[in-house]
């Protein structure tokens, strides 16, 4: 079955830039497009990233996503660093029977 | 404003039956994909069901499948899901999520117990 693997935890200083990984295992991260979720403790999670690289709206363009065949991984890349931006992000996808797929999180810190 | 709630947690004992239910409000329901999505205490958050716009097409999570049902009611904007021979790995708070290019409108969620 696919799966996504995610790091367990990050942290970086407030106005870096951080990246979180989320590598594709018994399967192409590429078949399918990644979305990436960020959780605020106590809150429901909220999208920041989709189809691979798209934020929705409301979303600031210090979010971006992307995809590496040759690692087979997606990256969300957060820049600027706000301590807001501490939280869980998921990034999720989709195995070949079109089920839905998500990582198992990593937990951001700013410090 | 564009809304989901869920409701129909509680406390149920190993083998129990629970219904969920997710209110929606502020959109055209019928027109919109919906999906449940849990998470247990302190961990991850894993897909748990799909229901097309229609009711016509449903996936679910191994981890539950033969046990829980999900359904809509288009007329009365709700999603439910009917969860049967309940196990103690299914306590988790349980969400219910709007499906467009991705999951772009969640509830608060509601939590399940599962515990004698």
């Known amino acids: 079955n696919f799966m996504l693997t995610q790091p367990h935890s990050v942290s970086e200083s407030p106005g870096k830039t951080v990246t979180i990984s989320c590598t594709g295992r018994s399967g192409s991260i590429a078949s399918n497009y990644v979305q990436w979720y960020q959780q605020r403790p106590g809150s429901a999670p909220t999208a920041v990233i989709y189809?691979?690289?798209?934020?929705p709206s409301g979303v600031p363009d210090r979010f971006s996503g992307s995809i590496d065949s040759s690692s087979n991984s997606a990256s969300l890349t957060i820049s600027g660093l706000k301590t807001e931006d501490e939280a869980d992000y998921y990034c999720q996808s989709y195995d070949r029977n079109i089920l839905w797929v998500f990582g198992g999180g990593t937990k951001l810190t700013v410090l | 404003q564009v809304q989901l709630v869920e409701s129909g947690g509680h406390l149920v004992k190993p083998g129990g039956s629970l219904r969920l239910s997710c209110a929606a409000s502020?959109?055209?329901?019928?027109?919109?994909?919906m999906t449940w999505i849990r998470q247990a205490p302190g961990k991850g958050l894993e897909w748990v069901s799909y229901?097309?716009?229609?009711?016509?097409?449903?996936y679910y999570a191994d981890s539950v499948k033969g046990r829980f049902t999900i359904s809509r009611d288009n007329a009365k904007n709700s999603l439910h899901l009917q969860m049967n021979s309940l196990r103690a790995e299914d306590t988790a708070v349980y969400y219910c999520a709007r499906e467009g290019k991705y999951m772009d409108v969640w509830g608060k969620g509601t939590t399940v117990t599962v515990s004698s």
């Open positions: 502020g959109f055209t329901f019928s027109d919109y994909y």
């Open positions: 189809e691979d690289n798209q934020r």
């Open positions: 229901i097309s716009s229609s009711g016509s097409t449903i």
